[in-house]
């Protein structure tokens, strides 16, 4: 800790931190083009997605997280599939990717809360961290894979 503050102000400005890095970074995201956010591959261990379905049973749990994404003008709704079309599918792809970046971003964040807080409520910023964007961030790349496969038997010739 190299700012020293009283534990009131502390939770403060972690509150007030996080709600305007998670927000001001979904924002700034939704700004962004989709053309910026190419996906990258499905990596090996992923298996098609059955890593996440097995390690962390997934399906229980994946439609129950925000999608703060719907709450900007311009944010692209990613609860649920409207269109099995290929320019939506690649667009949908593409959010994804949008969505991964934001959420490792925000976890980037996290060094500058060490600045003033103790080693606990470092602890506590690191937990909170991992336990806000973890989740999503394994969402969006089970989600990813799966479009892929789906996009590929749409553009199938």
């Known amino acids: 800790m190299l700012i020293e503050l009283s534990v009131v102000w502390i939770i403060i400005l972690n ?6 890095i998670q927000l001001g970074l979904a924002w700034g995201f939704t700004r962004m083009p989709a053309k910026w956010f190419d996906p990258n591959p499905a990596l090996a261990y992923e298996k098609g997605g059955r890593f996440y379905e097995r390690l962390f049973a997934i399906k229980r749990w994946k439609d129950q997280l925000p999608d703060a994404a719907r709450w900007f003008s311009g944010g692209f709704a990613k609860a649920t599939l409207s269109s099995k079309e290929p320019e939506y599918l690649a667009r ?5 990717r949008r969505g991964e970046l934001c959420h490792w971003l925000a976890i980037g964040c996290t060094p500058v809360f060490l600045l003033w807080n103790p080693w606990w409520g470092e602890l506590i910023i690191v937990v909170y961290a991992l336990a806000a964007n973890l989740p999503c961030l394994l969402v969006q790349r089970y989600n990813r894979i799966r479009l892929v ?8 010739t």
């Open 15 to 20: 509150v007030v931190g996080w709600l305007l």
């Open 92 to 96: 949908f792809i593409r959010e994804t």
């Open 149 to 156: 496969r789906i996009l590929a038997a749409r553009t199938k």
